[in-house]
T-cell receptor, first 117, second 113 residues
């Protein structure tokens, strides 16, 4: 089946540093990848839609200068949290879209838990 | 705009019993897809089952079945013969053509031995 990986799985950093999270589709090409954020005991909230070779589309309320997204290839999208602060601590999940029996299916990565001290 | 509602923040079920997790949705688009995902404590999102708006029959996948009531705009998940490993968060989600997934607030299911 379609496998999506995320790296790192867990990161702890000091306030003010930048953190890069990678999302890779391992056995398929994904023209579209999605980045979600999940705070404790809450649902997934879409942050942005990332299309290969073009600028990401951000959801309302998500600062594009703070959450930099680069979709450099059909198998890799990166999310960089710039100048991270404690309120950015969250679980970040990516998904990659491919065409399947369900139409355009999304396959989720295992998530990255970010803790900003 | 589409909206997904899960009214049960938490549910208990006895092991080996069946349980129904509620999901209602709202959209004016006639073409949509409904998904259920399981999220264990590890955080990964595990796809369980899918129902298309034009599907005539309710979807089933092993112990999971989706009770699709189109007129009521509900897509409840039924888990039969609950197992301890079913304890997790469960999310209902909806997609429209060309659109991203919209998730409900989730239901935490706890299976009692």
């Amino acid at each position: 089946g379609a496998v999506v990986s995320q790296h790192p799985s867990r990161v702890i950093c000091k306030s003010g540093t930048s953190v890069k999270i990678e999302c890779r589709s391992l056995d398929f090409q994904a023209t579209t990848m999605f980045w979600y954020r999940q705070f404790p005991k809450q649902s997934l909230m879409l942050m942005a839609t990332s299309n290969e070779g073009s600028k990401a589309t951000y959801e309302q309320g998500v600062e594009k200068d703070k959450f930099l997204i680069n979709h450099a290839s059909l198998t890799l999208s990166t999310l960089t949290v710039t100048s991270a602060h404690p309120e950015d601590s969250s679980f970040y999940i990516c998904s990659a879209e491919t065409s399947g029996i369900l139409g355009n299916e999304q396959f989720f990565g295992p998530g990255t838990r970010l803790t900003v001290l | 705009a589409q909206k997904i509602t899960q009214t049960q923040p938490g549910m208990f079920v006895q092991e080996k019993e069946a349980v129904t997790l509620d999901c209602t949705y709202d959209t004016s688009d006639p073409s949509y897809g409904l998904f259920w995902y399981k999220q264990p404590s590890s955080g990964e999102m595990i796809f369980l089952i899918y129902q298309g708006s034009y599907d005539q029959q309710n979807a089933t996948e092993g112990r999971y079945s989706l009770n699709f009531q189109k007129a009521r705009k509900s897509a409840n998940l039924v888990i039969s013969a609950s197992q301890l490993g079913d304890s997790a968060m469960y999310f209902c989600a909806m997609s429209l053509p060309g659109n991203m997934l919209t998730f409900g607030g989730g239901t935490r299911l706890m299976v009692k031995p």
